[in-house]
Structure formats: C-alpha cells, structure tokens
C-alpha cells in the first residue's frame, strides 16, 4: 500500500509539475515584433458573451487591435474566424464594414468552435495563400497555441500579435485553462493528423477537434 501511495503522489506532482509548467511558459512567451505585415490579418474569436454589437469582450478587442493593424497597412486583408449560432466572424465583418473596410478587403470563416479548427477551415479558404505571411491576432495567453495550430494546418509564415500587449507576466483564467488546453491541443492535433494519413475523411473526426 505503502507503495502504491508513493507512486499515486509521485504522478499527481508530476502531472501538477507539468502544468505549473506550460503556464509559466506561456506566461512568459514573448508575442512578435509590435509593426507587423503581412498578406492577411487573421482575428480569432474570443471567450463566450456578448456585447451590443455581438461580440464578447475579447473578441472585440482582439477586433479593435486587428482594425488597427488594417487601418495601419499591416496587411491588405481581414479574415474574421469564429462560429456559432449565429456566427461570430460574421459580427466581426459587419463591424468590419460599419468601420469602412471594403467588402472586398474581408473573408470570413463562420464554421470553427476552437482554435484547430480556426486553422483547419482558414487553411481551406481558396484565396489565402498558406506560405504567405499572415497575423494573428488574439490575447497574449493565447499567442503559442494559435501560433502552433496554424502551422499545424499548414501556414509556414505566422506571425502573433497580442490584443493586450501591456499583458507581461499575469496570472489569469485564460492562462490557468492553457495549461490545461496546450496537452490537449497537441494530442488532438497528433490524432487528426493520423487520421488524416490514414484517409480518413476529415468530416468523421471534425467534431474531436471542437
């Protein structure tokens, strides 16, 4: 018995080892150089509420910072992510055009439910150019796990741009759930890529990826 708790409390610090871990290197994961360019700015949809305009308070941020690079010519594009009922990226592109971005200058992608699936469906948007330089942006806890799952789909020139990019070192529930996220991240997408190799069709394993 005497064992067996030895090896229970060894694998509960282990396990509490390895996300103290992420979230102090995630924390302290530094976002890419401040004037950013590119061919398309790629805004992620944020945490769940919503606000007059429909969007929840880091989304809209994270829409004011990429409006900001816009208006910059930090990139000719805006690609607005997020589903939903109704869908998120469809609010950001009505802000979008309300703000005086031409139609034109606007693709959306309203089918995602999580950042893999962010990557996955703006990888399937015929227009972008996937070994184009684009930028994401999202909150700074977010940063190193958008940017790993945009390469994971197959974009090779990714750049982060924080929406709060005063963030420094700050503990918060975004960064707590990342630690949690990160691991599952990294087994979802090893599983889907397997799948993939393996000619499964892509529509039967989609829903793992949420």
């Known amino acids: ?30 976002a890419d150089p401040e004037a950013p360019s590119g061919d398309a700015i790629v805004v992620l949809a944020g945490n769940a509420g919503k606000n007059s305009a429909g969007l929840s308070g880091e989304t809209q941020a ?5 409006l900001a690079l816009y208006e910059a010519g930090a990139a000719p594009l805006l690609v607005m992510t997020g589903g939903g009922e109704p869908p998120v990226a469809e609010f950001m592109r ?19 439910r999580s950042t893999l699936q962010n990557a996955l469906f703006t990888a399937d948007i015929e227009s972008l150019d996937k070994t184009a330089p ?29 929406a709060d990019p005063d963030g420094g070192f700050q503990i918060s529930q975004g960064l707590l759930w990342e630690s949690l996220k990160w691991p599952l991240n990294v ?16 529509e039967n394993y989609l829903k793992y990826l949420e």
Do not use: C
């Open 62 to 66: 994270r829409f004011d910072a990429a």
């Open 94 to 112: 009505d802000a979008a055009l309300e703000a005086g971005v031409p139609a034109e200058a606007i693709l959306v992608e309203n089918q995602s």
């Open 134 to 162: 684009i930028i994401i942006v999202t909150h700074r806890y977010h940063l190193l796990r958008a940017k790993a799952s945009f390469r994971w789909a197959g974009f090779s020139d990714v750049t982060n741009y924080a």
């Open 1 to 30: 018995m005497a064992l067996i708790r030895w090896i229970f409390a060894i694998a509960i610090l282990s396990i509490w080892t390895a996300l103290i871990g992420t979230a102090l290197y995630v924390a302290l994961y530094q």
């Open 187 to 202: 087994l979802r997408a090893a599983a889907a890529s397997a799948a993939a190799a393996g000619d499964v069709p892509r």
